[in-house]
Nanobody, 128 residues
Framework: QVQLTESGGGLVQAGGSLRLSCAAS??????????MGWFRQAPGKEREIVAG????????HVDDSVKGRFTIARGNAKNTVYLQMNNLKPEDTAVYYC???????????????????WGQGTQVTVSS
């Protein structure tokens, strides 16, 4: 089994910053070998990708909606992934999910259907 544990969500004013963290654990081997990503789902909307990162962190994808404001990175232990969110806007309000693609690839994974494990989600609320 694989567990993904997110932290770092909360309430922040517009223009503020938050840093989300996600740690992978379990019995499925070395999680540093797998691509990871962040998705979000706002009320009444479908879940969408925010950012993805390759297994070793040398490739990353950030959605146009957050480009220039959000950054994704892997921790030194590589079983963790971070989402640094700056200049937050009310439209960033959503539940943010961490995900892991349990397959060997050097690429960034951006399609939801290619992710195998998901965290419980952490709420991010941006007030105007």
């Amino acid at each position: 089994q694989v567990q993904l544990t997110e932290s770092g969500g909360g309430l922040v004013q517009a223009g503020g910053s938050l840093r989300l963290s996600c740690a992978a654990s379990g019995t499925k081997g070395t999680f540093s070998n797998y691509a990871m990503g962040w998705f979000r789902q706002a009320p009444g909307k479908e879940r969408e990708i925010v950012a993805g990162i390759s297994w070793n962190g040398d490739r990353a994808h950030v959605d146009d909606s957050v480009k220039g404001r959000f950054t994704i990175a892997r921790g030194n232990a590589k079983n963790t992934v971070y989402l640094q969110m700056n200049n937050l806007k009310p439209e960033d309000t959503a539940v943010y999910y961490c995900a892991l693609a349990y397959r060997l690839t050097t690429m960034v994974v951006v399609a939801q259907g290619e992710y195998d494990y998901w965290g419980q989600g952490t709420q991010v609320t941006v007030s105007s």
